[in-house]
């Protein structure tokens, strides 16, 4: 598994719109794909940032998702200047 961390530097007064419409985008969109294992959406109010880390199967998987849907993810998060990274677990510590 890999995840696939996309940052937001939404300005001021933004952050809230590009939490909802990343989220209705997840809910709608990214969650029915089956390469897809889920996120977490952070903000760094401070900064003016928000991060989606998702997890995928690989990174190959989100990118063959994100290319497919182009017109969908632009319409809706596109504005907010996506910046994705592509980072590899290497190791998960669990609660006990």
Same mark, same amino acid.
């Given at each position: ?9 939404? !300005?001021? !007064? ?5 939490? %909802? *419409? #990343?989220? %209705? #985008? ?11 294992? !889920? &996120?977490?959406? $952070?903000? @760094?109010?401070? &900064? ?12 190959? %998987?989100?990118? @063959?998702?994100?290319? *497919? ?8 998060? !596109?504005? $907010? +200047?996506?910046?994705?990274?592509? #980072? +590899? ?8």
């Amino acid at each position: 598994m890999e995840v696939v961390m996309v940052e937001f530097a939404v !300005g001021k !007064g933004q952050i809230n719109n590009c939490v %909802d *419409a #990343l989220a %209705d #985008l997840m809910a709608t969109l990214v969650a029915e794909q089956t390469h897809f294992h !889920g &996120a977490t959406i $952070y903000i @760094e109010e401070d &900064a003016s940032v928000v991060i989606n880390a998702m997890k995928w199967d690989s990174h190959k %998987d989100f990118i @063959e998702f994100r290319d *497919a849907n182009l017109g969908a993810i632009g319409s809706t998060i !596109g504005k $907010y +200047s996506p910046r994705p990274r592509w #980072l +590899s677990i290497a190791k998960e510590v669990d609660n006990r």
